[in-house]
């Protein structure tokens, strides 16, 4: 998500002892490799699609037995009182990195990463932009996923996260308007500390519908508009293939209301959505791997991954 400031440090506190005491438990098994092959990145999924390990975006998100045993990370999760998307213990292995990237799909659009370090170490480091911030376990930290980001761990240990995505109710963003940003002039706040609770029965709020089967026009038009601020602000495009662009999607935005009159989502239609997506993107895809974004991507990617992919999620095996 993109947000004002590419760090902002929330004003809570956690249990480190509890928290390493739950992720002790876990076993060397219980870590799986990081889904694009980052070396030294592995994970536990603690809330998925159906509860399940992987790595999967769309469907009804659970808790998986490894967040189900895990007390003390429920009520951490469930203390923010917001509804969580795909969330998971995130581990660093020691002198490995989390290469440079963007994160650029339709999931991050508009949700934002929680960062809620459990064990870590002053020489692992956090970059975001141009900025830099190492958090420190226990703390609570948010950054801008739309821009280029990586992680380093210079330590001899292994770093290890909570990471719970969402979007985020008036009442989070309200937080984050008083949160800490590190290099501004302001001092930091009181915190709260969320001590662990014997009788805290926990229910936390995950997603049930985080993709629509066919995108409605409302949003189509939000997300092409997004893509053609992002080509805009790049001054270095060509301003002849930024109009290429923009009429391309003019004419999908045009399309896509047409069939939406006609279908709405309904199954009969999943074919010429089908067919309208895939006649633009293929009409696309040459100008926009020629033009940039504000991140330094191609806008050939957020054109794939916020608008031509989600566009159209039929259920599984329909």
Known sequence: MKLAHEFFKLPLRFDVAKLQEEIARFSANDWYQHHEGFKGNSAIPLISVNGQKNNDFTGEMLATSALKQSEYIQQVIASFDEVFGRSRLMKLDASAEVPLHSDINYHWYKRVRIHIPIITDPEVSFYCGDKKVHMAEGECWIFDTWKEHRVVNNSSKDRVHLVIDTSGSSQFWQMIKKSFVPWHSEPEGPVKLLDYSLAGKTHTLTEKYNNPIVMSPGELDFMLNELTNEVQKVTANDTSNTNKLIDILHSFSQNWRKLWSLYGSEQAGWKA??????????????????LKISNDSSALDMLAHCIIVPALTP???K
């Open 315 to 317: 259920p599984t095996g």
């Open 273 to 290: 959505y089908h067919q309208c997506r895939d006649g633009i993107f293929h009409q696309a895809k040459a100008v926009a791997s020629q």
